[in-house]
């Protein structure tokens, strides 16, 4: 499907040479937006300046994180005018927080802008970079609604204050736009309950939820946190799909946020107890911080209601799959891809430019002289030799990618990343966002891992 860079004079993009953000079909894909250079309070106008207190070391920093909050949401807001929707459109919205503790004061800021929130996640990260390093970075996917189209006017299925599931903070828990349903990331606290408890061990799921346990302390106080949460969390979810006419079978997309990437075989054994036959596309990173009060996991799904009559298929990985999701899953027009690690076709991690093929190698091996890690360059070309695999055995060229994601370790790989890039696809650029993590992927031995979404 043809893609259309969106132009917008006031927003200055923080990836050039990407857009700012791409229109593909009735989606709006927004890249990863920053602020400018800010002097705090003082460069807010009056309704940004709520949370002053008038003293210069008590607003030295959450006037940076103010101001920082500010300048992306406007910029959002220029963004979605200048691609004909607007804030009550937007689907999903990821917000990354270089200090989770300053929270509420994004959360402030995000509550002038959105009255009713998008469903969105709120993630720690090791840094916001893009023009320079920030505290606040968002991304954001949108609706662009028309006649006889797919999607439609945004509806919330949860909003912020549900009973059964109060949000736990600014954001609706699931929106639904025609077939597609959209959902918050989701934690493991139950949030209707007095002083909204943490699940944290097998004691606090039902029986049903504690078929790892094996009654032994050691064991089950190592996997028992993560097991626990998991199963809570796809829980809570199956039980909101299930008042709203879905189950678990709709499901397309996970996206996966842990925070202690030792915990990935034990969720991956979870996963594959609630997806033990339809499995939708799944990306799994490890994140600084994920939800707060000691949560280990953040879940995060987009659901297609198979009543739609509209097509879903899995198409599989050219070699092993290196966990258990197709390579891409479509769902209607839209093509979701699992994250892209730097995997050869037996599911091993590349070390270095000897495990490439011919053009791989040649490729680069140049490149090796300024990567920060060893093999950092080899898994940027496996992950994008995934990519156009998977796309292809979609039917699909990277040409209809309409947004990628990458995660990295470190702001100096994204060198080495971009230069990979070139070597796979130049220019009809999709949205694009890069985020600094602890673990980019599934296990610490991934040094790079690409998200990605296609349309045809």
């Not at 006031?10 to 989606?27: C, I, K, N, Q």
């Not at 009255?115 to 970075?137: E, F, K, Q």
């Not at 707060?292 to 009543?307: F, P, Q, V, Y």
């Not at 009809?428 to 979404?453: M, S």
Request: hydrophobic content about 40%; charged content about 20%.
């Amino acid at each position: 499907m043809k893609k259309t860079p969106v132009i917008c004079e006031d927003v200055t993009p923080a990836f050039p040479p990407y857009p700012l953000a791409v229109r593909s079909g009735e989606l709006l894909f927004v890249s990863g937006l920053r602020p400018a250079d800010s002097a705090g309070f003082a460069d807010l106008p009056e309704a940004g300046r709520e949370q002053m207190q008038g003293y210069p070391l008590a607003d030295l920093t959450e006037g940076r994180v103010v101001a920082d909050s500010w300048a992306v949401h406007d910029s959002l807001e220029k963004i979605l005018v200048a691609a004909g929707t607007h804030r009550d459109q937007v689907l999903r919205q990821h917000i990354w927080q270089r200090d989770k503790r300053y929270f509420p004061s994004y959360e402030q800021v995000r509550v002038h802008w959105q009255p009713t929130p998008a469903p969105s996640s709120g993630l720690g990260v090791t840094d916001v970079i893009g023009r320079g390093r920030h505290w606040i970075g968002v991304d954001a996917i949108a609706a662009c609604t028309q006649a006889g189209g797919v999607f439609g006017e945004r509806q919330v299925l949860t909003d912020v204050y549900n009973p059964d599931l109060p949000a736990a903070s600014h954001y609706c828990q699931a929106i639904r736009s025609g077939p597609f349903a959209f959902f918050a990331g989701h934690i493991p606290i139950k949030t209707a309950e007095p002083g909204k408890p943490l699940v944290n061990s097998y004691d606090d799921v039902p029986e049903e939820g504690r078929f790892l346990s094996t009654g032994r302390s050691h064991p089950d106080s190592r996997h028992g946190p993560i097991a626990s949460q998991t199963w809570y969390v796809y829980n809570e979810l199956r039980r909101t799909l299930a008042g709203h006419g879905m189950d678990m079978e709709d499901v397309v997309n996970v996206s996966i946020f842990l925070g202690d990437l030792r915990d990935f075989s034990t969720f991956h054994r979870v996963h594959t107890h609630f997806f033990a036959e339809v499995q939708p596309s799944l990306c799994v990173v490890g994140f600084d911080e994920v939800g707060h009060r000691g949560t280990r996991i953040e879940i995060e799904i987009t659901a297609m209601d198979r009543k739609s009559g509209l097509v879903r298929r899995s198409f599989p990985w050219q070699g092993a799959a290196p966990f258990a999701a197709p390579a891409v899953t479509q769902a209607g027009p839209v093509c979701y891809f699992s994250g892209m690690v730097g995997v050869d076709e037996k599911g091993v991690l590349a070390r270095s430019a000897d495990a490439l093929p011919d053009t791989g190698r040649r490729a680069v091996s140049p490149m090796e002289e300024i990567e920060r890690w060893p093999g950092l360059a080899a898994q940027c070309w496996m992950a994008w030799e995934q990519l156009r695999a998977g796309a292809a055995g979609a039917g699909m060229e990277l040409a209809d990618i309409a947004m990628t994601r990458v995660y990295l370790s470190d702001p100096e790989d994204l060198a080495v990343y971009e230069a990979v890039r070139e070597t796979f696809i130049e220019d009809n650029l999709p949205a694009f966002e890069c985020v600094i993590v602890h673990g980019p992927g599934p296990v610490a031995e991934a040094l790079v891992q690409i998200d990605a979404i296609g349309t045809k």
